[in-house]
């Protein structure tokens, strides 16, 4: 049997809410190199060397790391 259009927007709108409130709850941080590589436990010379792997924006010279991006990361290293 299909899903009424109705059904479909109750679902929708309580899908929003769920992303909305997580979103609320944990607000993204970023941070520098430094920081990132304390997080990870690892010098700034092995942050650097390994920076193809990492999730990373890079302003101008500058690297930035999502926290959220780099506990996934770690999540999927272990």
Avoid: C
């Amino acid at each position: 049997m299909a899903m009424t259009r109705r059904e479909a927007r109750m679902i929708a709108e309580e899908l929003y809410a769920l992303m909305k409130r997580d979103e609320v709850a944990s607000p993204d941080r970023y941070m520098g190199a430094a920081e990132a590589a304390a997080m990870l436990g690892w010098s700034a010379q092995t942050l650097y060397n390994r920076i193809r792997e990492m999730p990373h924006v890079k302003n101008g010279k500058r690297l930035t790391f999502s926290e959220k991006s780099l506990k996934k990361y770690i999540e999927t290293r272990a």
